[in-house]
């Protein structure tokens, strides 16, 4: 859980790409600490999935860092302990949003057939969640499928009056109503190549407006 009035870390204790240091405000959450949180993640799914097939849905492009991660994690845990599970990989590509503002309109852009999930156990695996409208319209599709079993673990949840209410399974942390770039997360695809979550300044949502 990271305060509203959190400030983060300044950006000079650690390293970020020189092509970003003036759009940022601060560093909120260290790459080291993202894994670290991911790793415990991993061990909660398996010990609640685990014994059945896992097919794990990447929500692209935000998750694709945080899936990765998960994924090796995972991986890890299976290959130390006697109870371990299957794991297929598959990729859907949503998209809400447009500068800084979550719209309307969900769109799927890609990603295979959702009804090859019928039957399986299913861990969608997103970015962040804010408003819960992309992941709801993202269920209420796959629930049309009917898989046996559907999880959904997102690294970051966002506290604000915007939320329809809805809770991941599994989240990483809980964060102030701020917009987050890094980790794989975007302002209008930039930012995706820092390796930390980092607070997006007022400026840079200027000067990477489309
Ligand atoms: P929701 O439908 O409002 O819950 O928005 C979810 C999607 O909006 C996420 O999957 C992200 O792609 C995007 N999003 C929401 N907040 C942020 C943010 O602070 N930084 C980057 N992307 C965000
Ligand atoms: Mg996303």
Avoid: W
Avoid at 70 to 98: A, C, E, G
């Amino acid at each position: 859980m990271i305060a509203d009035d959190s400030k983060g870390h300044e950006l000079s204790l650690f390293c970020v790409p020189k092509h970003y240091e003036e759009d940022l405000d601060s560093v909120i959450i260290p790459n080291g600490l993202i894994k670290d949180r991911t790793e415990r993640l991993a061990r909660d799914i398996v010990r609640d999935m685990g014994g059945h097939h896992i097919v794990a849905l990447c929500v692209l492009k935000g998750g694709y860092k945080f899936f990765a991660d998960l994924m090796d994690y995972i991986k890890t845990l299976n290959r130390n302990i006697d109870k371990s599970v299957p794991l297929t990989v598959d990729f859907i590509r949503l998209k809400s949003y447009s500068n800084d503002q979550s719209t309307n309109c969900v769109k799927v852009i890609g990603g295979d057939e959702l009804s090859a999930l019928t039957g399986k156990n299913v861990l969608i695996v997103e970015d962040i969640v804010e408003t819960g409208r992309t992941m709801e319209t993202l269920l209420k599709l796959l629930n049309e499928c009917h898989p046996k079993m559907v999880k959904v673990v997102s690294l970051l949840v966002k506290r604000t009056p915007r939320s329809s209410g809805y809770r991941p399974d599994y989240i990483g942390f809980e964060v102030p109503d701020k917009f987050l770039v890094g980790y794989a997360l975007d302002y209008n695809e930039y930012f995706r190549d820092l390796s930390h979550i980092c607070i997006l300044s007022d400026s840079a949502k200027e000067k990477y407006k489309v």
